[in-house]
């Protein structure tokens, strides 16, 4: 069975009047994101640093497309742009974890001295793409399960990376970062299906040729290697909004092309882990699964 999940534009039409809420909507990917929605016909309220791109695409686009101010490593700033869509539209639908940094730090540098060491090196690639996600989920989800008993489609798209499932040459940290991604959307999908009806999907994409990856876009293309452009990477984004049997899964993005791989690193695990080691897993996530091993950690210190 083929993994393939390329752009299909045949749903996006039922993101007509659909509420989006997204972080690093100003430019790149999220700007993208934010047109792609508009014009078809969805209600976007965005956020971003970058207050003068921001505004913008806000104006641009006219109606039913709201900037504000965010810092992603703000826990106010999510409540304050969520409590924003839910002022101007009454609900959200989707939710999406766009804002990401992406520089070679030299946490690990080889030319490091002791003395180099005594002070941690000031990177926000852990703020931005780490915490900045995990706040953001955190807020998004009461927001949406708010008044919908009648369990309409709603979903989360976390903006992941190639780098996180992969090693990234000088990045360490961003590496870390997007692996986090991948092991958050993991603990969260099946509980968030199963208990409300949440999608929660990552989109993986490789090189896109954005301003903060320029220089590697124009490097990739000297070699004759495909890269994504931001268009590319909204419209796989926008396939997974509309796709609504589509929950717990992570999309490769190269050249424009999509590959779900979430499933094959599942159903392959015996092969490269092997069966004895996988169904010790699966016997100790089932044992996790139907009792209160962790309860204990989260008990009240008793009072007797």
């Given amino acids: 069975m083929s993994n393939s999940f390329n752009p299909s534009d045949s ?7 659909k509420v989006v809420v997204l972080t690093g909507g100003a ?7 934010v047109k792609a929605v508009h014009s078809n016909g969805g209600k976007v309220v965005f956020g971003d640093y ?15 497309v709201t900037f504000l101010k965010v810092n992603v490593a703000d826990y106010a700033d999510h409540v304050k742009l969520f409590k924003l869509a839910r002022e101007k539209y009454g609900h959200v639908d989707h939710a999406l974890a766009i804002a990401g940094v992406a ?3 030299n946490w690990y540098g080889t030319d490091l001295t002791v003395e180099d060491v005594e002070d941690p090196e000031q990177d926000m690639t852990i703020d931005v793409n780490l915490l900045g996600v995990l706040y953001f989920i955190r807020v998004a989800l009461p927001y949406l399960k708010l008044d919908n008993k009648d369990r309409t489609d709603k979903s989360l798209v976390l903006a992941g990376s190639a780098a996180g499932f992969r090693e990234t040459p000088d990045l360490p940290v961003y590496n870390a970062s997007k692996h986090a991604v991948q092991g958050i959307m993991r603990g969260l999908r099946k509980k968030l299906w199963e ?8 989109i993986n994409p490789g090189v896109v040729d954005t301003n903060m990856a320029s220089t590697l876009a124009t490097t990739f293309r000297k070699a004759g290697l495909p890269i994504n452009t931001p268009e590319d990477v909204a419209a796989i984004t926008l396939r997974l909004m509309t796709e609504t049997d589509m929950w717990g899964k992570s999309v490769y993005i190269d050249g424009g092309s999509g590959w779900e791989w979430e499933t094959g690193y599942h159903d392959t695990m015996s092969t490269w882990l092997g ?13 996790i699964a139907s009792s209160k091993a962790w309860d204990s950690h989260h008990a009240k210190p008793s009072t007797t």
């Fill in 103 to 105: 520089k070679k730090d």
């Fill in 27 to 33: 430019n790149g990917i999220g700007a993208s994101v």
């Fill in 11 to 17: 749903k996006f039409g039922e993101l007509k009047d």
């Fill in 195 to 202: 208990n409300d009806k949440i999608r929660i999907n990552v």
């Fill in 275 to 287: 069966e004895e080691p996988v169904q010790r897993l699966k016997d100790g996530m089932k044992l």
């Fill in 50 to 64: 970058d207050v003068k791109s921001g505004e913008s695409l806000a104006s641009s686009l006219g109606s039913d």
